[in-house]
């Protein structure tokens, strides 16, 4: 069946470090995949996206990876601030549909800044 | 504000009541989804319409579960005789037609109790 993991466990990273957030998937393969974060309480809000095509996205002080050989994402946050404290989700658009068949996410993982 | 809007943000019910939700999106998306979350896991994906047509109902939890957009603005979501197990986040997004892999826009959620 369809898997998608996240470090299921907390991250504690120190401010100004850089976070590394990994996404494994198997039995998928997707057209493209997408970064969310969450804040308690609150819906999702979309970080970022990549193509199957593409092996790296930038936005500020995020870099995403995708490597479909290995079925993995990594997303990273440089010069960490507290401020980047949260949930962040992975979620994968699968080939057929046009993403039309929503979003497949994985649990998250929380991230803590420490100052 | 022009985000996404959902009614009401809490609701606590009794084992066996019909509830229903309230959904506004972005004005200009045609695209609209609903997504079930529970406490520790990623949103699950329960349907989506484009425009007032819904293409994609397989998701959804089962036949007490039910949604509609009827004039392709905003959408409802129905449970009928709810169960303890329906506790949980209801999230709902939107995104526009632009292609494949948009992002979604989600709105702050309903939080169901079912007592």
């Known amino acids: 069946s369809q898997k998608i993991e996240q470090n299921s466990e907390a991250l504690n990273i120190q401010e100004g470090k850089t976070a590394t957030l990994t996404c494994n998937y198997t039995n998928y393969s997707p057209a493209y995949l997408q970064w969310y974060r969450q804040d308690p309480g609150r819906g999702p809000v979309f970080l970022l996206l990549?193509?199957?095509?593409?092996k790296e996205k930038r936005k500020e002080r995020l870099k995403v990876t995708f490597d479909t050989t290995l079925k993995q994402s990594l997303f990273h946050i440089t010069a960490s601030q507290p401020a980047d404290s949260a949930t962040y989700l992975c979620?994968?658009?699968?080939?057929?549909?046009?993403?039309?068949?929503?979003?497949?996410f994985g649990k998250g993982t929380h991230l803590i800044i420490q100052p | 504000d022009t985000g996404v809007s959902q009614d009401p943000r809490h609701k606590i019910t009794k084992r066996g009541q019909n509830v229903t939700f309230r959904c506004d999106p972005i004005?200009?998306?045609?695209?609209l989804y609903w997504y079930r979350q529970t406490l520790g896991q990623g949103p699950e994906f329960l349907t989506y319409f484009q425009n007032e047509a819904q293409l994609e109902k397989s998701r959804l939890l089962s036949d007490r579960f039910s949604a509609e957009r009827p004039k392709g603005s905003f959408s409802t979501l129905e449970i009928q005789r709810t169960e303890q197990g329906d506790s949980a986040m209801y999230l709902c997004?939107?995104?526009?037609?632009?292609?494949?892999?948009?992002?979604?826009?989600f709105g702050p959620g309903t939080r169901l109790t079912v007592l």
């Open positions: 979620a994968l658009v699968r080939g057929s549909g046009g993403g039309a068949d929503g979003l497949t």
């Open positions: 997004a939107s995104s526009p037609w632009t292609g494949l892999g948009n992002e979604q826009f």
């Open positions: 004005s200009e998306h045609n695209r």
């Open positions: 990549i193509r199957e095509n593409e």
